[in-house]
């Protein structure tokens, strides 16, 4: 049986973040190699910045002289330099330059921990592991990201909410019908349903039984090794141009206990002409239309307070929500029983 204190453990790291994860940060054009770009992923302060070649660098976001962020300072020669007193610290986290003082005995010491990282259509992720030395698995990426015949973009929106608030939020159908009900999209079908959910080991699927092709009617879960995405299906009506249904693919970036950062792909399968025809028709019309229907989400979601999982109810309709849970859970426990062997051998 679980002991009491595990299960406080399993809730601490769930709310955290789990570990050994890849988390989308930021945009690959917010990435610069004229300036830094500062990031914050389950609590910890990171710095972002290109070096000479292009290649993105991930440190901590602390100088190591006096811990003034490095995200206020300056890129020099592929390296970072602190603002307030000119440290210049390197994409491994050693620190190469003092300029007020030659020869200090800080120049050639590693202070910081780097980070991996990986760049792909158009976003940029970071691999949050436990020991900066630990090897990353493969970047989990939706097989739509690879596949030419699939065109979109890429939108990003940070919420005041656990990040764990935005995941139920797509493991749940049946809000669509409600809570979009006036928006151009989401305007349509039954707000009665029984749901259904397809365990499929490496993830799953969850779907309403009695409607398909009229509003948000499913939803895909991919939980592996090294990170989680989802996708889902929006129907799309003739007026929204050419192509089929436009696919949401989602990623949720825990920050801290009341932040996180949502990167979604927008993306519809269309070819040729009528690529650029639905392109140009998003810019122009549909991509305000899809930002209310976050923003609704977004204003429901920070409304809600965060002990709201020890009073709710949850009914028949929330078996993805739950699925997601136990899934998170499990993840976190085996962290943890990990890291507890590993301190033990260690001894």
């Given at each position: 049986m679980m002991t009491a204190e595990m299960k406080t453990r399993i809730e601490a790291r769930v709310n955290e973040g789990l570990k050994n994860q890849w988390y989308p940060v930021a945009k690959s054009v917010e990435i610069r190699t004229d300036r830094p770009y500062g990031a914050v992923v389950m609590g910890q302060k990171l710095v972002l910045w290109r070096d000479g070649?292009?290649?993105?660098?991930?440190?901590?976001?602390?100088?190591?002289?006096?811990?003034?962020?490095?995200?206020?300072?300056?890129?020099?020669?592929?390296?970072?330099?602190?603002?307030?007193?000119?440290?210049?610290?390197?994409?491994?986290?050693?620190?190469?330059?003092?300029?007020?003082?030659?020869?200090?005995?800080?120049?050639g010491r590693k202070a910081l921990r780097a980070y991996q990282v990986q760049e792909s259509n158009d976003a940029v992720f970071v691999f949050m592991s436990v020991d900066e030395g630990q090897e990353a698995p493969d970047l989990p990426l939706p097989t739509e990201l690879s596949d030419p015949a699939w065109t979109g973009f890429l939108c990003t929106a940070i919420w005041d909410v656990n990040y764990r608030y935005a995941l139920d939020n797509l493991a749940d159908p049946m809000h669509g019908c409600y809570l979009h009900a006036e928006s151009f999209t989401l305007a349509f079908g039954s707000k009665q349903d029984l749901l259904e959910l397809d365990d499929r080991g490496d993830g799953f699927r969850v779907s309403r039984v009695g409607q398909v092709g009229e509003n948000f009617d499913w939803v895909e879960f991919a939980v592996g090794e090294g990170g989680m995405f989802c996708h889902l299906d929006i129907p799309y009506p003739?007026?929204?141009?050419?192509?089929?249904?436009?696919?949401?693919?989602?990623?949720?970036?825990?920050?801290?206990?009341?932040?996180?950062?949502?990167?979604?792909?927008r993306m519809r399968k269309v070819e040729g002409f009528d690529r650029e025809s639905w392109r140009f028709l998003y810019r122009a019309r549909l991509e305000e239309r899809h930002w209310n229907v976050l923003e609704q989400d977004r204003v429901m979601l920070e409304g809600m307070p965060d002990d709201a999982r020890r009073r709710e109810m949850l009914y028949q309709h929330d078996i993805g929500v739950a699925h997601l849970r136990r899934a998170l859970n499990r993840a976190a426990k085996a962290q943890i029983e990990a890291e507890d062997a590993s301190d033990v051998a260690a001894e």
């Open positions: 070649a292009g290649k993105i660098r991930c440190i901590e976001d602390f100088c190591p002289h006096r811990g003034a962020p490095l995200s206020y300072g300056e890129v020099h020669d592929g390296q970072i330099g602190c603002r307030y007193h000119g440290v210049i610290v390197d994409g491994t986290g050693t620190v190469q330059r003092v300029p007020a003082m030659p020869d200090c005995p800080m120049e003739k007026a929204a141009g050419p192509g089929g249904h436009m696919r949401i693919l989602g990623y949720v970036t825990p920050m801290g206990p009341r932040r996180c950062k949502v990167f979604f792909w």
